[in-house]
């Protein structure tokens, strides 16, 4: 488990300083299968044992831009939120794992970014949607009136040749989301694109890596969705 907590954190040194291609060469096929994060799950389920969550939670869940927000709880307050993204995770991963990071929490409300990942290992967006509604079958299993919020996949520096897979993705996604009323878009894509000028977002948004999200990137986030969580559910 050691071993594999040391990988996840030698994967973001190395891709803050520029060298991300040979992790990915090194570790990328290993980080497509759901027991390459088992080490991560397993810490989650170790912190709950020992201070267990209340139940009823808004729970975010996805890849490493959910991980990363350190400022998630202030951000949201005085919604009360859960964070168990992790690691590299691709929208496959996140239903693998469901029954451990989803449903012993009862959230309220599910808030998902994945897809990010899964297109820039070369899947396609009617993967990634096959995942995503299998998710939300999945959990509605247990709560069938569960609200679901898929934030977008986001435009990146570094996979910017790869917005345009990623854009119909959202797109897709957001067809299946007009179709059903408990599953709803929070689109952090236009106002990360507008910063852009009609190109890449700027550089402020990212880590020197062109993925993964600064401050100012997250807080841009944060106008996006908390509104609207407050809006849909209440400070409760």
Known sequence: MLKKILLSV?????????GGAIYLSVYGDAM??????????????AADATDPPEPGSILFTGSSSIRLWDSLESDMAPLRVLNRGFGGAH????????????TPYAPRALVVYAGDNDIGAGKTPGTVVAD?????????????ELPIYYITIKPSRLRWEQWPTMDETNARIGRVADADPGIH???????????GAGGAPPSELFWLDGLHLTDR???LWTEVVRPRLLADLGTR
């Open 91 to 102: 929208m496959s991963h996140v239903v693998h794992f469901a029954d451990r990071i989803i």
């Open 32 to 45: 497509q299968e759901p027991a390459f994060w088992e080490s991560e799950i397993e810490a989650f389920e």
């Open 132 to 144: 995503f509604e299998a998710l939300v079958a999945h959990v509605r299993r247990d709560q069938p």
């Open 217 to 219: 990137g997250y807080a």
């Open 10 to 18: 030698l994967a973001l040194i190395v891709l803050i300083v520029g």
């Open 185 to 195: 878009v929070l689109d952090i894509g236009r106002p990360m694109l507008e910063l």
